[in-house]
């Protein structure tokens, strides 16, 4: 079974902090990789794709570790508005399928 | 551009009964994907439908069903509902070949 395991959190941190988020995931032949941002109430939205190169997008910094089975999401200057549940989410390829396998998702919240 | 919609955005029904949802993918996306998201969950994926045909599937049971139309949109069918089948129903379109999935708004079920 495809798994992707997140720590569920929440983290409670001040604004201006630096909050990193890690993930993990089973299956060695998945295809590609992606953070997604889930509001209260809402549908997820794609944050960013995550490269083994590294990719940065403004204050956020995704990694990913194909030999560790390992993401991650480095977010920086923390501001209110980024408090929402963050979805690591693995793409799979298969009989011509596009499968996304998300985790848990963990839940951040960031204080005045 | 509109986005992927989704009807209706709240349904309450009783055990036993079945339900219909709906979705309109992205203009332009021919491929749609449903998945269920249970409270503290993240998305579960119950199917895909291409080119009116379902092309992979969750591990979810046989009570769940599709369609696919030839305009692209679909319905997801839930018959015999279960109390557990209360969660929020997700679905994703994509153009075929593409991996960046984008979510419609849901619709909320609770079963009673």
């Known amino acids: 079974r495809k798994e992707v395991e997140q720590d569920p959190g929440p983290f409670n941190v001040p604004e201006g902090a630096t909050v990193a988020f890690n993930c993990t995931y089973s299956n060695s032949a998945s295809q590609s990789f992606f953070w997604y941002r889930q509001d209260c109430r809402k549908e997820p939205k794609l944050l960013m794709s995550?490269?083994?190169s590294g990719n940065e997008d403004g204050r956020f910094t995704a990694q990913l570790n194909r030999a560790s089975q390992y993401i991650s999401l480095l977010i920086r200057d923390s501001k209110l508005s980024d408090s929402a549940t963050y979805l690591c989410v693995v793409l799979d390829v298969g009989a011509g399928s596009y499968q996304l396998t998300f985790g848990k998702g963990t839940k951040l919240s960031v204080i005045p | 551009d509109a986005g992927v919609t989704q009807s209706p955005t709240h349904l309450i029904k009783t055990r036993g009964q079945q339900v219909t949802l709906r979705c309109s993918p992205k203009s332009g996306h021919d491929t749609v994907s449903w998945y269920q998201q249970a409270l503290g969950q993240g998305p579960q994926f119950i199917f895909q439908y291409y080119e009116e045909e379902e092309r992979q599937r969750g591990n979810f049971p046989d009570r769940f069903s599709g369609h696919q139309f030839p305009n692209y949109s679909s319905e997801l069918n839930v018959n015999a509902l279960l109390l557990g089948d209360s969660a929020l129903y997700l679905c994703?379109?994509?153009?075929?070949?593409?991996?960046?999935?984008?979510f419609g708004p849901g619709t909320r079920l609770l079963v009673l």
């Open positions: 995550v490269y083994s």
């Open positions: 994703a379109s994509t153009l075929s070949g593409g991996e960046t999935q984008y």
